[in-house]
């Protein structure tokens, strides 16, 4: 039975990291084929690299960001991370994020190189699933915010349908916390104990609002380096378009960021070559800033265990 269940769950991840490679490239497939692709390489070819240094830049500064957060959420539930080595493997997730199948492959890493210093794989697992779903949440909130500010800001609606989708994404994480369904119990047990008291409220809104922020400084620094007009579509398209990114089932958001960048962009008035540009601009800057995680293989390894 043992030999069954362990012979079955490879199969069960390879099958599943052949699906999303192919499911990223079909939507590749479908945007380039829907473009004018020598506008969009003009676009990138005549870029500022000035700019996307700068957004590469940014990438290491979200590493030290993440794994602050991270190593908090570990402390707060007893599990021993120095701040050193949540900066190592953070990163090392990060870049494994953006070339490995299924979107959440670094984290896998990241919480199986954690658990080697504790022996057992729930408690590590558990927080790093925390320290995400905060991350989701305060990116929810930035993106309501967005939503709501849009006719404001653009003088027109935001997209069909996207008030609707991010309110119940925010009641669904509000009704997990008061509410959780049976199998999550210990999870938001975990949740409670990180999420406290009002000093860790404040103090991981503020990281996550950084992170987040950054993320969106990124996009305006990809988008001036193509002297593309995005202005407030920072703060308002921005959330929206990197919220489909959420999906664990792409190979470094690969596709599903193109194909939401051009549909959100364009109720700004953004050519699809445009909005295709700008994403896969923001893609290889994010993919370069990465490569430096890869200095975590370099490092003792996942023995330090001293908090």
């Known amino acids: 039975m043992w030999r069954g269940q362990a012979t079955k769950r490879p199969l069960t991840k390879g099958l599943r990291a052949l699906i999303s490679v192919a499911f990223t490239a079909a939507l590749l497939v479908v945007v380039v084929r829907a473009v004018d692709m020598d506008r969009v390489v003009s676009l990138v070819g005549n870029a500022k690299w000035g700019w996307l240094a700068i957004a590469m830049a940014l990438v290491p500064l979200q590493v030290c960001l993440g794994a602050l957060r991270w190593h908090r959420v570990a402390t707060d539930l007893n599990l021993s991370l120095t701040r050193r080595r949540a900066v190592n493997e953070y990163g090392l997730s990060i870049l494994l994020n953006q070339v490995l199948p299924g979107g959440i492959a670094g984290d896998a890493v990241r919480v199986w ?5 504790h022996g057992e794989l729930g408690a590590p ?16 909130v930035v993106t309501l915010l967005g939503v709501l500010l849009w006719p404001y800001v653009h003088g027109n609606e935001a997209p069909a349908g996207s008030l609707f989708l991010v309110a119940c994404m925010c009641l669904f994480f509000v009704w997990m916390w008061w509410f959780p369904v049976r199998g999550f119990r210990s999870l938001m047990n975990d949740a409670h104990v990180v999420l406290h008291s009002a000093r860790q409220w404040l103090f991981h809104s503020v990281v996550s609002v950084l992170l987040v922020g950054s993320f969106l400084v990124s996009f305006w620094c990809c988008a001036q380096a193509l002297q593309l007009p995005l202005g407030l579509g920072a703060v308002t398209a921005v959330p929206l378009l990197m919220l489909i990114m959420i999906i664990p089932f792409s190979v470094g958001g690969w596709g599903l960021r193109e194909i939401s960048a051009t549909v959100v962009l364009a109720t700004l008035g953004w050519t699809p070559e445009s909005a295709l540009a700008l994403s896969a601009a923001y893609g290889v800057a994010n993919l370069l800033g990465a490569a430096p995680g890869a200095l975590a293989f370099l490092s003792d390894g996942p023995k330090e265990v001293v908090a």
Request: glycine residues 10%; without cysteine.
């Open 125 to 140: 697992l558990r927080a790093a699933v925390v320290e995400r779903a905060i991350g989701h949440v305060a990116h929810l």
């Open 113 to 117: 190189r954690h658990k080697r210093g």
